[in-house]
């Protein structure tokens, strides 16, 4: 039987490197959906800017955002469910994480937005409201996601070492090895975990999951589904995690898996 739900991430999996969605890609989402089955959105991505995929897609459902940590609805624009990290916790995660790999610049998502020290950049928009300060003001109130960017440091070494001095204290992971930039959730909080409560609010067992990754913010959400995918330019870890190895986000990796499964080849 083809799966009931398809859990996708969007950079790097079902997005192509230009940042488009290709024609192929959008007619197998619309014969999965056409299928019965519901397709979820899997991103680190905030929830700014979903509105535009989703109607480039024409799916109108749910995103999980934030990798995990918040559920949000494309239709209505707003948040189904929040899973912020507290202040207390993030305060001992900045120390840690300062003494341990110094030299860093932080962000933090927020539910009202994105906050940033002045050394902070990065390749995105910045919203016009963004707050730009000191991180220990940003973190005053809860954190959707608190992001660390080090230029000195690959991806893979700083999640390797932020592991080593707080890894008991949160979630953490990255979403591109060309960017240094460590995500920070609250513990227990992934894509995975996000997913399951969405799958039980549905009636939908994780047998009858099959989903898409590239990078090792994926590894939980690929381990937890049925059936797991990798794309051809995926991460060493998720390649070697995953039940399957399609072809790389810019040749329509995930179109031909769900163009099999949904049986049009």
């Known amino acids: 039987m083809p799966p009931k739900l398809v859990a996708s991430d969007l950079d790097g999996t079902l997005v192509r490197s230009d940042g488009t969605i290709d024609e192929r890609t959008r007619r197998a989402i ?7 089955a519901t397709v979820v959105f899997c991103t680190a991505r905030p929830q700014r800017g979903l509105s535009e995929l989703a109607e480039g897609t024409g799916h109108p459902g749910v995103a999980i955002c934030h990798n995990g940590a918040m559920l949000w609805d494309l239709h209505t624009e707003s948040a189904l469910d929040v899973s912020p990290l507290s202040p207390a916790v993030a305060r001992t995660l900045v120390a840690l994480l300062e003494a341990e790999v110094p030299g860093g610049a932080w962000a933090v998502e927020r539910a009202g937005g994105l906050g940033h020290e002045p050394g902070f950049v990065t390749p995105w928009p910045i919203p016009e409201d963004t707050t730009v300060g000191a991180v220990r003001a940003l973190i005053a109130e809860p954190a959707v996601k608190l992001m660390l960017r080090h230029a000195e440091l690959t ?3 700083l999640l390797e070492r932020a592991r080593t001095a707080c890894g008991h204290l949160a979630e953490l992971s990255h979403s591109s090895l060309n ?3 460590l995500e920070i959730s609250a513990a227990g909080v992934s894509k995975a975990t996000a997913l399951a409560r969405l799958c039980e609010q549905r009636g939908v067992d994780r047998r009858d999951v099959i989903a898409f990754g590239d990078m090792p913010n994926d590894l ?4 937890w589904a049925g059936h797991s995918v990798a794309v051809a330019n995926a991460h060493p870890d998720v390649r070697a995690a995953a039940d399957e190895l399609t072809a790389s986000n810019d040749e329509a990796g995930v179109a031909r898996v769900l163009e099999r499964v949904f049986g049009l080849s």
Request: zero cysteines.
């Open 179 to 181: 960017d240094a930039l």
């Open 30 to 36: 619309a014969l999965a959906e056409a299928a019965g």
């Open 155 to 157: 991806a893979d070494v």
């Open 220 to 223: 939980a959400m690929l381990t």
